[in-house]
């Protein structure tokens, strides 16, 4: 396997050991109060109802250290329509979507308003007699990004992988917003794979995306004198992509290692599940191989899904 591949590889790893670090703390929204519960190294929390004290929302009831929560649900849903077809077919990713999340679906645990949305839509469409295809939530909340990891890592070099993207998108969230800011996720990725910097990554999405992610990404890396955690409050600790993007650029851009992005993104608070799958997946690859890769100590937390061994990564 070369460089590149081993990263697109350790991006997909990133993403699912970030988000298995960040579940016990997730839409918890007080900051002050994840530093009291879980101090200044939060990671790997275990879930507890009472951490939250009416500051956020206790989604994971029964999950316990080294779970996923419903977005690394959504990653191995995409992992393994690809491994089964061996190629990116939006047939085969709606099938394996409901394989994990419609009725007796592999997933047991909180679903999220995209979620339902698309499973009833799904099933309006079929009560129809309709094709199946776009039956994704008219949303901009993380949903939409959270699950392309695997198909970037795979088709990275692949000319057809817009299409591919915004297929995947519109599945769960039929948003042309939502797809843009895909774009914009696809092209970080796909340079941190190709060996930039981090911050070298987000320079690429702020020159060559459109003018609306121009000045998310300005947005992101203003006020450098903020800390993270005072940024993130400024953009919104929320789902949606307008709030999470910056603070998911802006993290990028400043951590200094796997380990520092994931810390830093769990300090903010909020919807930190869905912004690590993404801050996991381009640190992971920005960092592959150097000293500030993933820890195997983290490593060591994650109960790999075999089927992410048997990505095709081109």
């Keep these: 396997m070369d460089q590149h591949k081993e990263k697109a590889y350790h991006a997909v790893v990133g993403a699912l050991v970030g988000d298995v670090a960040s579940m016990g703390l997730h839409w918890l929204y007080d900051q002050q109060q994840i530093i009291k ?41 995409m992992v393994d329509a690809l491994t089964c077809a061996k190629a990116y077919s939006e047939k085969c990713y709606i099938e394996h979507f409901r394989e994990w999340f419609d009725f ?27 094709p199946v295809t776009r039956c994704g939530a008219d949303d901009t909340q993380l949903p939409a990004i959270s699950k392309l990891i695997p198909l970037i890592a795979c088709f990275h070099t692949s000319n057809e992988l817009p299409a591919m993207v915004e297929s995947a998108v519109r599945v769960t969230n039929n948003n042309d917003k939502a797809v843009e800011w895909a774009h914009a996720l696809t092209l970080l990725l796909q340079a941190a794979i190709q060996g930039h910097t981090p911050m070298q990554c987000v320079e690429m999405v702020r020159q060559t995306c459109s003018s609306f992610i121009h000045e998310q990404v300005n947005l992101a890396l203003a006020e450098p004198e903020l800390s993270i955690t005072e940024a993130a409050q400024k953009f919104g600790l929320h789902c949606d992509l307008a709030a999470a993007f910056p603070v998911i650029i802006r993290i990028v851009a400043t951590a200094k290692s796997y380990e520092q992005g994931i810390r830093d993104n769990i ?44 990505l095709p990564i081109q």
Excluded: M
Aim: glycine letters at 14%; charged letters at 20%.
């Design 37 to 77: 519960v879980a101090g200044k190294h939060p990671e790997f929390h275990a879930p507890d109802r009472f951490d939250y004290q009416d500051k956020g929302y206790f989604a994971h009831s029964g999950k316990s250290v080294g779970d996923h929560s419903q977005y690394g649900a959504q990653v191995l849903a």
């Design 104 to 130: 007796g679906g592999y997933w047991v645990g909180y679903i999220d308003k995209p979620t339902k949305i698309t499973l009833q839509n799904i099933h309006q469409q079929e009560s129809n007699g309709l």
């Design 267 to 310: 300090l903010c608070g909020g919807d930190n599940c869905g912004r690590s799958i993404i801050i996991g997946a381009v640190l992971a690859a920005g960092y592959f191989d150097e000293e500030g890769s993933i820890p195997c100590e983290w490593l060591a937390q994650l109960n790999l899904n075999g089927k992410v061994l048997a």
